[in-house]
């Protein structure tokens, strides 16, 4: 069972276009959000997170929605470089379990 | 610098001949932990630790050992390893399990 569903897989946008990458999730005890970005050859980094108390959390160029009624949270990337072009991944974790649940990830290729 | 290493990098090796893939931090971190990367199945966490002599099974723990004898270090261990151990796995920590995770530079496992 998926319990985290990314999508879409891969997408490629112009540099300036706003990219968006969705993330839906089942288990309403999942309490923090976060996204990471992977570069090539890298481990993941953490890029922003998000607690189901708030419906919008920005850093930045990059800003997370978060629509608890739908159990949907996305991430855009406002004004995208060639230099954000990675791999992204959402996750979720409930409670005091420290387990970290990873979406499939996006392969965002941005082109200049 | 505060990081996490993972040691070798890159391994090739066959079917059934015993490995371990090293995990250190600097940053006296309590939790540590194990994912492995395949395409399209994104990040699946193997095992956990959230501090010395305390380690725990994640969503993929067939196959694989780990111990907690030191802090810093969280060595992954195959005992027999097979060909669909071949992955990219990484090392996380993070100050406590809540916080956020920190994760290594990868080994990239091939067996043959």
């Known amino acids: 069972q998926q319990q985290v569903k990314q999508s879409p897989q891969s997408l490629i946008v112009q540099k300036g276009g706003i990219p968006i990458i969705n993330c839906a999730y089942e288990?309403?005890?999942?309490?923090?959000f976060p996204w990471y970005q992977q570069f090539p050859g890298k481990g993941p980094a953490l890029l922003i997170a998000i607690r189901p108390d708030v419906s919008e959390k920005k850093e930045g160029r990059f800003t997370i929605s978060f629509n608890k009624s739908a159990k949907q949270f996305s991430l855009h990337i406002m004004d995208s470089q060639p230099g954000d072009s990675a791999t992204y991944f959402c996750a979720a974790r409930k409670g005091s379990n420290y387990k970290l649940t990873f979406g499939k990830g996006t392969l965002l290729t941005v082109n200049p | 610098e505060a990081q996490v290493t993972q040691n070798p990098r890159y391994l090739i090796t066959v079917t059934g001949k015993k490995l371990t893939v090293t995990c250190s931090q600097n940053m006296n971190h309590e939790y540590m932990s194990w994912y492995r990367q395949d395409p399209g199945l994104g990040l699946r966490q193997i095992y956990y630790?959230?501090?010395?002599?305390?380690?725990d099974k994640g969503d993929v723990p067939e196959g694989y050992k780990v111990s907690r004898k030191e802090k810093r270090n969280f060595p992954l261990i195959l005992e027999s390893p097979s060909p669909n151990q071949t992955s990219l796995y990484f090392c996380a920590s993070s100050l406590q399990g809540l916080d956020t995770q920190y994760f290594g530079p990868g080994t990239r496992l091939t067996v043959l």
């Open positions: 288990n309403t005890a999942f309490d923090y």
């Open positions: 630790s959230m501090n010395v002599e305390v380690t």
